[in-house]
Nanobody, 128 residues
Framework: QVQLVETGGGLVQPGESLTLACTTNAFTLNKYYLGWFHQAPGKGREGVSCIDTNNGRTVIAESVKDRFTISRDSAKNTVYLAISTLKPEDTGLYFC?????????????????????WGQGTQVTVSS
């Protein structure tokens, strides 16, 4: 059974840092790559980063590569998204998604609807 639970969102000031967590299970990690997506208010879902937890290979969007870092803790079945120097445009829902290994040879972040499963999302609000 696929499980994706995002936590770590909140209200932060511009310039601060935040780490989001996507907690899953071994079943999910065996069958899926995991990715992080951002949905700003009134806009569509955009891929931020993804990771192959088997080998640690990652993909990250060019627009955020200097501030966003994806990582994994295999012992905890958790994938993290660390965001530094937060900006107001980072505001929105952050979703964790699962991309099937059976259909793709590596993780990718576009298009978002190639992902089969989603968590409920965690809200990040960047405001002074």
């Amino acid at each position: 059974q696929v499980q994706l639970v995002e936590t770590g969102g909140g209200l932060v000031q511009p310039g601060e840092s935040l780490t989001l967590a996507c907690t899953t299970n071994a079943f999910t990690l065996n069958k899926y790559y995991l990715g992080w997506f951002h949905q700003a208010p009134g806009k569509g879902r955009e891929g931020v980063s993804c990771i192959d937890t088997n080998n640690g290979r990652t993909v990250i969007a060019e627009s955020v590569k200097d501030r966003f870092t994806i990582s994994r803790d295999s012992a905890k079945n958790t994938v993290y998204l660390a965001i530094s120097t937060l900006k107001p445009e980072d505001t929105g829902l952050y979703f964790c998604g699962a991309l099937p290994r059976s259909r793709f040879g590596a993780c990718k972040i576009n298009p978002w609807n190639d992902y089969d499963w989603w968590g409920q999302g965690t809200q990040v609000t960047v405001s002074s």
